[in-house]
């Protein structure tokens, strides 16, 4: 939980389920992949952006996961037929994910521009202990460091966490703390949020109506995250609540901390999903040995479909929905894309389905789609929305950023139809909208200034 | 209009939309190293130097003008490899994107980008409040900035399908006029605030621009008459 030091606007949350849930989130990561869908042809086709083994995929129920076995003989039958769908629904997945990232990141920087809150600093978060209000330069950049790895090692010390108890199957532990996490999210934060909306509104709403309010937004976005739910309704419930993370981060992390932080943690995403002994690989792995589908993190699926229609356990359905969760600090994305798999897994369940398998072939065609981890949304939000709070070229830096982290995204996208595995998000994009967010703001400022005041255009 | 432009034509395809911010993305990168070679030169100059100023202003507009025109080709460079990958992955052996419709695109993010950057603080400042040339600068300072804006997007966008076809059939005189077109826009923006010496001829160039970019897309007279007329 975050504990707000000095911040008068909100009450003291119990620390432990928050943190962890946050921290935990450690997306796995799913690489279920390739190996299996190995359909795909691996043309480095600029626009192949199907991933295909999704382990992580929630639909996945504890039957259908999709490793190996089932899946050869699928493949060559369907890989030609992947090839050519790779095409066409490459650059739609790039889509999918460009609108809701857009999104969210529209509503942080509408937010920051408004609401006044978010750019007030009241107090750090427990994790960044050390302030930065120190005199000299060398003591912040110190102090911001310290902040850093104090983040980090937090971070580092859920996912661990969240693997052992994955590891030694306390489901039931997992699934409790991400349902008590997202419920403070969804109601906590909110209410908070819409304080500070009406207040920089000077709009008047009374305690009962804000109450029924927040409550049916509450339980609705419970039921929709959790359980089932029309799939736009749930993608617009995550992209909310990470717009709510990104905020909270916003305004909570002292300034030179949140830059050494986003670049910390895009470097620790590198390292978990792609070291052997990273713990996010590990959590794949031991997923992939049972057979089981990869304990949900926070992920945006763009095509969820799946679990509505089958029958399966809750389980599967709650896969999504946890998601969310995590993506609390951690992002890692790990993109998948699912299609594959659900063509696996719709063999899979071919038993029990709730319409003709036929069918739910071509549903799978249609709605195969990418995911991204929660926690990328958020972090990139926070990137962008940092951005807009703090840059003093205003809207230039934001829009810089905003282009940046697109195109870090398609490019992530291009190498996880070269690579077909999970891979982290979070680099390349936080890189480019690093690197553009500081020339911009020192560079490309003064030289727009100038030119506007004398109003030439180049 | 440019923005309308973006809704009507490329956000159907999901192809156009990514070619579209990888244009933006390659005027933001020119732009980035335009400001950095004149934010070098600026500090390695004397600041009390009014004319030395000016002076450096003028070569850093010339200079990212022509940077800018190069990553126009290097982008064109990166499009052709892409259709070549798009081609090899397609079903049917065509791409599903031509090539005048990634210049069409790209043109239009180039465009777009630097309308935004031009015109975005100045619309975020208007929404507050002030007088506008309450200091003797022109009252106009607005809508020039809105007209001026608006026909340097149209323009990227010409620019990007005559340089794409020049690079294509290899008419480097095409490239060429291209590139002193752009020249020649900035360089009448200097002229502001006299702003019939700016607007006017730079409209004059959109216009040719326009009819050229039209008859290299394959239009003609006909073409355009039946289209007035609704004819079939």
């Known amino acids: 939980m975050i504990t707000f030091m000095n911040n008068s606007d909100s009450e003291e949350e119990p620390c432990n389920e928050r943190t962890s849930l946050m921290s935990a989130e450690s997306p796995p990561v799913p690489s279920y992949q390739d190996g299996l869908q190995a359909s795909e042809a691996g043309e480095a086709q600029a626009h192949r952006k199907r991933r295909a083994g999704s382990s992580r995929n929630p639909n996945n129920v504890a039957g259908g996961e999709t490793s190996g076995s089932g899946v050869p003989v699928r493949e060559s039958a369907l890989e030609n037929e992947e090839e050519e769908l790779t095409l066409k629904y490459g650059a739609k997945h790039v889509i999918m994910l460009f609108v809701p990232v857009t999104l969210c990141m529209i509503v942080v920087v509408a937010t920051i521009k408004s609401v006044r809150f978010y750019t007030e600093k009241n107090g750090q978060l427990i994790y960044t202990p050390f302030s930065e209000d120190t005199p000299s330069v060398g003591q912040r950049l110190l102090n911001s460091v310290l902040n850093t790895i104090v983040m980090i090692s937090v971070i580092i010390v859920m996912t661990v966490f969240l693997v052992l108890l994955y590891k030694y199957r306390c489901y039931k532990f997992i699934h409790g703390w991400l349902i008590l996490s997202s419920l403070m999210l969804l109601f906590l934060f909110t209410y908070i949020y819409l304080g500070e909306v009406l207040k920089t509104y000077n709009v008047a709403m009374d305690y009962p109506t804000l109450f029924i309010v927040i409550w049916n937004f509450g339980a609705v976005g419970m039921i929709c995250i959790h359980w089932k739910g029309p799939l736009q309704l749930q993608q617009a419930y995550l992209i909310m609540i990470s717009a709510l993370m990104a905020l909270v981060f916003i305004k909570y992390l002292p300034e030179w901390s949140a830059w050494v932080i986003l670049g910390a943690i895009s470097i620790y995403d590198l390292m978990a999903v792609l070291c052997p002994k990273g713990p996010l690989r590990m959590l794949v792995e031991t997923a992939q040995e049972r057979n089981e589908p990869i304990f949900p993190a926070l992920i945006y699926s763009s095509a969820m479909m799946w679990t509505v229609g089958m029958a399966k356990p809750d389980t599967a359905a709650r896969g999504p929905s946890q998601q969310m969760w995590d993506a609390g600090e951690d992002g890692r994305e790990h993109l998948r894309s699912p299609s594959h798999a659900e063509s696996q897994m719709s063999e899979a369940r071919s038993p029990v389905p709730t319409r003709p398998v036929t069918s739910l072939e071509e549903l799978e065609e249609e709605e195969r789609g990418v995911k991204l981890g929660l926690g990328d949304f958020i972090f990139y939000s926070v990137l962008v929305g940092k951005a807009a709070a703090t840059a003093s070229g205003d809207w230039n830096t934001t829009l810089a950023c905003f282009v940046a982290i697109l195109i870090g995204l398609c490019l992530t996208l291009l190498l996880l139809a070269v690579f077909k595995k999970a891979l982290p998000a979070l680099p390349i994009s936080i890189t480019f909208g690093l690197i553009f967010y500081f020339s911009t703001d020192n560079l490309v400022r003064p030289f727009m200034d100038t030119l506007a005041s004398h109003q030439l255009y180049i | ?232």
Request: some cysteine; glycine content about 8%; aromatic content about 14%.
């Open chain 2, 1 to 232: 209009p440019a923005f309308g432009l973006f809704i009507f034509t490329i956000a159907r395809d999901p192809l156009r939309i990514i070619i579209l911010i990888a244009g933006a993305f390659f005027w933001l990168v020119s732009l980035l190293l335009s400001s950095l070679i004149w934010f070098i030169a600026v500090k390695a100059s004397n600041p009390q130097d009014e004319r030395l100023q000016k002076g450096l202003l003028i070569f850093g507009v010339m200079f990212s003008v022509l940077l800018q025109e190069a990553f126009r080709f290097l982008y064109y460079k990166l499009l052709r490899k892409a259709i070549e990958g798009l081609v090899a992955l397609s079903e049917d052996g065509c791409s599903p994107i031509s090539i005048q419709q990634m210049a069409y695109v790209a043109g239009v993010g180039f465009g777009l980008m630097s309308g935004a950057f031009s015109m975005i603080n100045l619309l975020a400042d208007a929404l507050g409040p002030g007088t506008v040339g309450i200091h003797g600068d022109s009252q106009l300072y607005f809508l020039t900035s809105a007209f001026m804006t608006m026909v340097l997007i149209f323009l990227h966008t010409f620019w990007g399908i005559l340089f794409f076809h020049g690079c294509e059939h290899r008419r480097w005189w095409e490239i060429a006029a291209v590139v002193t077109m752009h020249l020649t826009v900035s360089g009448l923006s200097f002229c502001n605030p006299l702003y019939v010496g700016s607007l006017v001829p730079s409209y004059l160039l959109m216009a040719a621009a326009a009819a050229w970019a039209y008859l290299l897309s394959g239009g003609s007279a006909q073409n355009l008459r039946r289209f007035l007329l609704c004819k079939c």
